[in-house]
């Protein structure tokens, strides 16, 4: 990893799960001049931890750096921060760029762009694909949307989150590939938790079918690096709550709409993750869809197959 000779300003809005560590490896490199979070006391804590800024709007955070960085729950947050009171877009110096590596929807990207070209700014969508863990390690892989040009200006700054940067095209490019990579995690989740209650269910000890998932064809890196969440998920922490993986779930079938493309599986794992989100879920980690259906095999069955 480097960084440039004459070191960007960065702002970073967003201290989640996976911004908190983000952020504390831009500080670490020296590139962090300060934060913003909805919950200010969040972010005056890790500001002080860090030794940065914490400021009380992202209008102010955005007076003061060359790059702003969001990276929030969903579209409504990403709006408050960009548009909203006191957001970026109030106070964004002119030939800034701003990078919106939240999981959005590229029509609100696209929006973000309008908004912010009006203002003299530049945004890239530069989603991110790996967990918490990768966020700590700086071994994200990275996915930008946007100009060349404004991509060539902040890459010092991407190097400091991840290990592999793709540029995917025009601006709603980056958007677009963590929707598709999304649908291939939530569809691996899902066929991972349905496979573990199988294998329980028939009288395997759990952490014995996970280490076969581990050593058999079926061994992705998601099913290495969530094996904790999925073998103890009363003791693993959350690395990503069901109920934003039910946002990303619409976000992407509202994508495969829009594109005339039907997407038979990511249309069933949004049900299953919209009834675990019902029946009490919602805050909990996505590998607890495994639990989701091990109560709902502990439920009476109450209709039966016909057979012709």
């Given at each position: 990893?480097?960084?440039?000779?004459?070191?960007?300003?960065?702002?970073?809005?967003?201290?989640?799960?996976?911004?908190?560590?983000?952020?504390?490896?831009?500080?670490?490199?020296?590139?962090?001049?300060?934060?913003?979070?909805?919950?200010?006391?969040?972010?005056?804590?890790?500001?002080?931890?860090?030794?940065?800024?914490?400021?009380?709007?992202?209008?102010?955070?955005?007076?003061?750096?060359?790059?702003?960085?969001?990276?929030?729950?969903?579209?409504?947050?990403?709006?408050?921060?960009?548009?909203?009171?006191?957001?970026?877009?109030?106070?964004?110096?002119?030939?800034?760029?701003?990078?919106?590596?939240?999981?959005?929807?590229?029509?609100?990207?696209?929006?973000?762009?309008?908004?912010?070209?009006?203002?003299?700014?530049?945004?890239?969508?530069?989603?991110?694909?790996?967990?918490v863990a990768m966020a700590e390690r700086a071994t994200l892989t990275l996915m930008a949307g946007g100009s060349e040009d404004d991509l060539r200006t902040v890459e010092p700054v991407l190097q400091v989150l991840g290990a592999n940067l793709f540029h995917l095209g025009g601006l709603g490019t980056g958007a677009v590939m963590k929707l598709a990579v999304n649908a291939v995690v939530y569809g691996l989740n899902q066929a991972v938790a349905e496979g573990l209650v199988l294998a329980e269910r028939a009288g395997i000890e759990r952490s014995r079918?996970?280490?076969?998932?581990?050593?058999?064809?079926?061994?992705?890196?998601?099913?290495?690096?969530?094996?904790?969440?999925?073998?103890?998920?009363?003791?693993?922490?959350?690395?990503?709550?069901?109920?934003?993986?039910?946002?990303?779930?619409?976000?992407?079938?509202?994508?495969?709409?829009?594109?005339?493309?039907?997407?038979?599986?990511?249309?069933?794992?949004?049900?299953?993750?919209?009834?675990?989100?019902?029946?009490?879920?919602?805050?909990?980690?996505?590998?607890?869809?495994?639990?989701?259906?091990?109560?709902?095999?502990?439920?009476?069955?109450?209709?039966?197959?016909?057979?012709?």
């Amino acid at each position: 990893m480097t960084t440039p000779d004459a070191p960007l300003r960065v702002g970073f809005a967003g201290l989640g799960l996976m911004g908190r560590p983000m952020a504390r490896n831009l500080a670490a490199a020296g590139l962090l001049e300060g934060v913003y979070n909805r919950t200010h006391s969040r972010a005056s804590e890790f500001a002080a931890e860090v030794g940065v800024g914490a400021y009380r709007s992202a209008a102010e955070l955005a007076a003061r750096v060359d790059v702003l960085i969001a990276m929030v729950a969903d579209d409504e947050a990403s709006w408050e921060v960009f548009a909203g009171a006191g957001g970026f877009a109030e106070a964004a110096r002119v030939g800034s760029v701003v990078v919106e590596m939240s999981t959005v929807s590229p029509d609100h990207v696209r929006r973000l762009g309008e908004l912010l070209g009006a203002r003299g700014c530049s945004l890239l969508d530069v989603p991110v694909s790996g967990s918490v863990a990768m966020a700590e390690r700086a071994t994200l892989t990275l996915m930008a949307g946007g100009s060349e040009d404004d991509l060539r200006t902040v890459e010092p700054v991407l190097q400091v989150l991840g290990a592999n940067l793709f540029h995917l095209g025009g601006l709603g490019t980056g958007a677009v590939m963590k929707l598709a990579v999304n649908a291939v995690v939530y569809g691996l989740n899902q066929a991972v938790a349905e496979g573990l209650v199988l294998a329980e269910r028939a009288g395997i000890e759990r952490s014995r079918a996970y280490e076969v998932f581990m050593a058999s064809a079926a061994a992705a890196p998601f099913v290495h690096y969530r094996q904790a969440a999925f073998e103890h998920p009363e003791e693993a922490p959350i690395g990503f709550r069901l109920e934003l993986a039910a946002k990303d779930l619409c976000l992407i079938l509202d994508l495969a709409a829009e594109l005339g493309q039907s997407l038979p599986q990511a249309e069933l794992d949004a049900a299953i993750v919209a009834r675990a989100v019902a029946a009490g879920f919602a805050d909990s980690d996505v590998a607890l869809v495994a639990e989701y259906l091990r109560q709902e095999g502990r439920k009476p069955v109450t209709a039966s197959k016909e057979v012709s």
